[in-house]
């Protein structure tokens, strides 16, 4: 996985290129990663790369030509990458979507700055716009690094044994079960004892069923936005059926 960014700080993704498993899968040449400044392409000896807005009003808005340039030469280098703008105008960033991008060979993000970019870019060079939540932030450089972090994560081999994708939140619909390292003992709290039975199934089963109950009460759209398999239900009907015992002595 190729990643190009264009962006007019590229130093902000210095720090980030270097630490943890971002900074592993580069060094394993999982993944191939850049940062390019928009300004390298702006033609004016002040490498200007944004302008007034059309229509007044305040702020700044970042101009197309440099844009241009930047994203059709990143294209060249990589033909099949999509490019992506991060824009709060996108489809909300998720698991989901991590998944259909760690599956292209490259990714362009366009980081915007100021008002955002000039809307003649998205016309003809943005395959997707993306946004990490409905909130605004001072440019895309954070949220770049967000999408670069998801999808890295997602690439074969990056994540090593210890460290699955698969059993992630999200990646079966259900947040994460909870987790408990040593001491056994924290402050008066104990470890739940089936987690150090060694009983791999019953700790799977209490995982599952933690990670049932954990959306159940945080997430509750996420269970019903679910296709719950057999097990899910049976622990769901367990759970109906004690609340109902507990109910029946009410009206
Ligand atoms: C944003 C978001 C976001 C808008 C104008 C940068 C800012 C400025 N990007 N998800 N939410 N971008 O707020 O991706 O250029």
Redesign the pocket.
């Known amino acids: 996985m190729h990643f190009t960014v264009l962006t007019i700080f590229p130093e902000m993704f210095d720090p980030f290129w270097g630490h943890g498993i971002v900074r592993r899968a580069i060094e394993n040449k999982k993944i191939f990663a850049s940062a390019v400044n928009i300004r390298n392409y702006a033609e004016d000896r002040h490498q200007v790369t944004d302008d007034r807005p059309y229509g007044g009003g305040s702020g700044m808005v970042m101009k197309p030509e440099p844009l241009a340039a930047a994203i059709r030469d990143a294209n060249n280098t990589l033909h099949a990458a999509k490019t992506v703008l ?3 105008q ?1 489809r909300v960033f998720n698991q989901q979507m991590a998944r259909e991008l760690a599956s292209f060979e490259g990714l362009i993000l366009v980081c ?5 970019i000039d809307e003649r870019i998205c016309h003809d060079l943005i395959d997707y716009e ?4 409905d ?6 450089e954070l ?1 770049g690094m967000i999408i670069i972090d998801a999808v890295t994560r997602l690439i074969p081999g990056v994540l090593g044994g210890e460290e699955a994708a698969e059993k992630d939140s999200f990646s079966a619909g259900l947040l994460e079960h909870a987790h408990y390292t040593r001491p056994r003992k924290f402050e008066g709290r104990e470890v739940p004892e089936i987690l150090l039975s060694g009983h791999h199934q019953e700790i799977e089963k209490w995982r599952l069923e933690s990670s049932m109950m954990r959306t159940l009460i945080k997430r509750p759209d996420l269970l019903q936005k679910k296709d719950l398999n057999r097990q899910e239900q049976a622990i769901l009907k367990k759970w109906r059926l004690a609340i109902e015992k507990i109910l029946k002595f009410y009206n």
């Not at 915007?112 to 955002?116: A, M, S, T």
């Not at 909130?135 to 895309?140: A, K």
Request: charged letters at 10%; a neutral charge.
């Open positions: 991060l824009t709060p996108g915007g700055r100021y008002e955002g993306i946004s990490i939540g909130y605004v932030i001072t440019g895309g949220a």
